[in-house]
C-alpha cells in the first residue's frame, strides 16, 4: 500500500456506509473515523458481522426496506451514503418489500434484466433520486485502494505478466457483457473466468480441476487476474481481494494474483503481504489499462 493518500473530502455530515458480508465496510467505517468523520452503518440482514457491527453506530436493515433507510438515514442527517461489502444477488422473492420499495418494484424489474453493475447503478439513481449521493468506498477511504507494485517478497516473472496481460485482455473482452471481474490464465491458456460463483468458488473449481488431472500444467504456474468492468460505475462493487484470495490462488497452485491498482480495494493489507510470502506466491498492483 502507498505510504500517502489524497485526503478525502472533508464534511461535517455523518457518512452512510450500508453493509454487505465481509471485513471490508469495517475498514472503510474505520478509515472514515480517522479522518474525523462520523460513520453510521446500515448493516444488511444475512449479510452483516453482528459482532463487528457493534462497534459502531448502526441501524439493522432488510434488503427491500428502502423506505426504512431512507427514514433513519435522514434522522441520522446522513446524505452521503457508500455500499460496500460481499452480498449474493437475491432473486426478487426473496426481498423484504417495505411500502416505499413496493412503489419502486416495476423499476426494480426492469433492473434485474441485466448484470450486477446495471442493477446497481440503477439502485444507486433511486438514492440520488431521493436526495443521497452516492459516494465509492475508495472516495471515503482511499487507502484500501491497491497501489501499484508487489505486496510482498515475490513479484512475476516474464511468463507471469504475459499471462497477467492475456487476463486483462479477457476481462475487457468480457466488460460489455457485464459478466466477472475475474479470470484464471496459465502459460497463455485461459483456465477460468468468473461468473455469478465469484472470486472464491472459482479459485476452488480450478483447484478442483487440478486435482482431477484436468489442469497439467506444474504447482506455480498461472495467475489470477482481477479488473474493473469497462465502464462500469466505480462507486459499485469494485473488484476486493483479502487474505481468503491468497489462500484460494494458494490452493489452486497458481503463481499468484494481479490486480489493478487504483481499481481495487483490499481487506488487511498486511496480512495479505504476509499470507502470500508465506504461501510462496506474489500480489501485484498493474497499472489500469482503461486509463493509459
Known sequence: MPDSHPEPSATDDPLAIIC???????????AVLRHGRR?????????????????????????????????????????????????????LHEIRLDWQTLRLLPRIVRLYRGGDDRLLSGIGRIFEEHGFRLLGAHEVAPEILVAEGAMGKRAPSERDQADIATGLAVLAAMGPFDIGQAAVVAAGHVLAVEAAEGTDAMLSRVADLRRL????????????????????????????????????????????????????????????????????????????????
Open 20 to 30: 454487505g458480508g465481509g471485513s471490508l465496510p469495517f475498514a472503510v467505517a474505520d
Open 39 to 91: 460513520a453510521v452503518l446500515f448493516p444488511l440482514r444475512g449479510f452483516g458481522d453482528p459482532a463487528a457491527v457493534e462497534r459502531y453506530p448502526h441501524h439493522w436493515i432488510a434488503l427491500g426496506q428502502f423506505g426504512r433507510m431512507c427514514r433513519l438515514a435522514s434522522a441520522e442527517r446522513c446524505r452521503d451514503v457508500v455500499f460496500i461489502g460481499n452480498l449474493t444477488r437475491p432473486s
Open 213 to 292: 488431472g484436468r489442469i497439467r500444467y506444474p504447482v506455480g504456474v498461472g495467475v489470477l487476474v482481477k479488473a474493473p468492468k469497462v465502464g462500469q460505475d466505480r462507486r459499485f462493487d469494485l473488484p476486493s481481494i483479502g487474505p481468503q484470495t491468497v489462500a484460494g490462488v494458494i490452493r489452486a497452485g497458481l503463481a499468484g494474483l494481479a490486480v489493478v491498482a487504483g481499481g481495487t480495494i483490499m481487506a488487511e493489507p498486511e496480512v495479505v503481504a504476509t499470507a502470500a510470502d508465506r504461501g510462496k506466491i506474489f500480489v501485484v498492483g498493474v497499472p489500469d489499462p482503461q486509463r493509459q
